[in-house]
């Protein structure tokens, strides 16, 4: 097998993997998962959720997602900090696009590749990140 192909091909496990993690989302309006790689090994995980110690419900009443719920993202990259893990050098494998306070932590956290299923209406953090060095890369599923 090819370089590429098989590049493409552990893209797509860990894209697939990622949504697989993120049905432990409590979230009801979007549940996303997030894997951080680095050298083929899952370092870290993550999926949108409240913080350690909340109830683990993510809407309001009103269906609107409360303030304080973590992104995927912002999940698996300060996990990883509390780890003896290092995220410089990982790729972050996401099942949606990333908002801008995610492109921030990204950018911050020395990961240089990002690979995502489904783009978000909001385009700012994906717009952010290819203002980067950071590899940034659309992958659709075939579902």
Not at 7 to 34: I, P, T
Request: with cysteine; proline share 1%; charged share 30%.
């Amino acid at each position: 097998m090819m370089k590429e192909e098989k590049k493409r091909k552990f893209d797509k496990s860990y894209l697939e993997m990622a949504h697989v993690w993120a049905k432990n989302s409590y979230c009801k309006r979007r549940q996303v998962g997030a894997l951080l790689v680095k050298n083929r090994m899952i370092i870290s995980d993550g999926y949108n959720g409240t913080p350690v110690g909340f109830e683990n419900i993510c809407e309001d009443e009103e269906g609107t997602t409360k303030t304080y719920v973590l992104h995927a993202e912002a999940n698996a990259i300060t996990k990883v900090a509390q780890s003896n893990n290092s995220s410089n050098g990982a790729t972050l494998y996401i099942t949606d696009a990333p908002c801008i306070e995610c492109s921030k932590l990204i950018i911050q956290s020395g990961i240089t590749r990002v690979v995502y299923d489904r783009k978000y209406r909001i385009t700012d953090g994906l717009d952010l990140l290819h203002r980067t060095d950071i590899e940034v890369e659309q992958l659709h599923l075939d579902k």
